[in-house]
């Protein structure tokens, strides 16, 4: 081997040298990992009580919170309650004050609701109005085709909405009547090619 050569391996060789680890890190390795197993402990037992804490702050708000109406509870307020419609469809000036004097003779009203269109804000033409008693419904229908700003009013009971049923029948689309059928519109015009 020439002179070059062995320098490069003496020095290869000092780089190469073995160095123990546990030499290096002693005892102090295995404190630092001891140390980080406690810390894991210690966080992961503060997890379980933010865990704990949770469920328990949801389930005081779940109890605090009151239920919504059942459908029993549903059924009854619509008993009491009319449809009034024709109210708006020419003047958008109709508030529930103005409703409320209106069917005032007819007894003691709990709400007056106008409906509105939920991407305008202008109502929708027609408004629910709940009474106290279901007695005061009746006196109520007596309005019917009364005037009200000019317009003749359409005074009727409210009905009771049942989940999934429509007042045209069950289910989506259009029918046989009105539907449009068929593949679609296709133009055919000299030097288009054939369809």
Not at 30 to 47: L, N, T
Not at 78 to 90: A, E, F
Not at 116 to 145: I, R
Request: contains cysteine; glycine residues 12%.
């Amino acid at each position: 081997m020439s002179a070059e050569s062995e320098q490069m391996e003496q020095g290869i060789a000092e780089y190469e040298t073995p160095v123990d680890s546990h030499e290096e890190c002693g005892a102090g390795g295995d404190a630092d990992i001891e140390a980080m197993k406690r810390r894991v402990a210690e966080m992961e037992a503060e997890a379980a009580k933010l865990r704990e804490l949770n469920e328990a702050a949801e389930r005081d708000i779940a109890e605090a919170a009151p239920a919504g109406p059942t459908d029993q509870e549903r059924a009854e307020a619509d008993s009491r309650s009319i449809y009034v419609g024709n109210l708006t469809q020419v003047d958008y000036g109709a508030t529930p004050e103005e409703i409320q004097q209106h069917f005032q003779s007819c007894g003691t009203i709990n709400l007056v609701t106008i409906l509105c269109d939920k991407f305008t804000g202008h109502p929708k033409g027609y408004a629910y109005v709940e009474f106290a008693e279901q007695s005061f419904v009746e006196n109520a229908l007596v309005l019917n085709e009364s005037l009200f700003r000019g317009r003749l009013l359409s005074v009727k009971p409210k009905r009771t909405n049942i989940p999934g049923m429509s007042a045209r029948g069950r289910g989506r689309g259009r029918g046989a009547r009105g539907g449009w059928r068929g593949r679609g519109f296709r133009a055919r015009g000299r030097g288009r090619g054939r369809w």
